[in-house]
């Protein structure tokens, strides 16, 4: 099970060839791999700042997600359609981001479909909402990280980097962009083994 989390951030002016006005361009992801022995393994990019990510990006995940593996989102309507964009840009990794994109399952969906429900959730089914309802000791998790807590931060941080000339301020905020990413797909992880939990 390879549980898959991106990030993206826009620009109004964009400033890499082809790409449109408020496009969504994802410059980083998490992935954590859950083997058949239990074993569980992180991988994750996050590109530089001031280049075009999208092509090492396409080329990193073809490289971490092999064709014949479900790859698990939350809300994956999103990480399909950065797919799909990153297929129909690089034909040399289309085969193989397109086999990601099909191979992709929906976390979000037994929490849309009000197939489990915990008051703690308030109406919600956002991962935020999910995460410590079913995990409790992973409540203040978000808050308890560095710099940046959640997806809105996560790419004003990113589109703001090459502003930064202090060398270890930016390092402090590559840093906790890839805490914030890994969070995120840790969280899937815990919130798929609570689900499992509750069939047996």
Do not use: W
Request: net charge negative; glycine share 4%.
């Amino acid at each position: 099970m390879y549980h898959l989390d991106f990030e993206t951030f826009q620009q109004a002016i964009p400033e890499f060839k082809g790409v449109s006005p408020y496009s969504q361009i994802p410059f980083q992801y998490s992935l954590h791999i859950e083997h058949e022995d239990g074993r569980l393994e992180h991988k994750e990019f996050l590109s530089l700042d001031g280049v075009d990510p999208r092509e090492e990006i396409s080329k990193r995940l073809v490289e971490d997600i092999p064709s014949n593996v479900t790859v698990l989102a939350y809300n994956m309507g999103f990480e399909k359609g950065v797919i799909r964009k990153l297929a129909n840009l690089f034909e040399q990794y289309s085969h193989g981001l397109m086999a990601i994109h099909d191979n992709c399952k929906d976390l979000m969906i037994p929490f849309q479909n009000k197939d489990y429900y915990h008051p703690n959730m308030k109406g919600s089914y956002s991962i935020k909402y999910v995460l410590p309802s079913l995990v409790p000791e992973f409540e203040n998790a978000y808050k308890e990280l560095d710099l940046i807590h959640n997806g809105g931060e996560a790419m004003e941080a990113f589109a703001n980097l090459s502003k930064i000339e202090d060398v270890k301020l930016k390092q402090r905020y590559r840093d906790s962009l890839l805490e914030y990413c890994k969070l995120d797909t840790l969280a899937m992880v815990k919130v798929l083994e609570k689900l499992k939990e509750c069939v047996r």
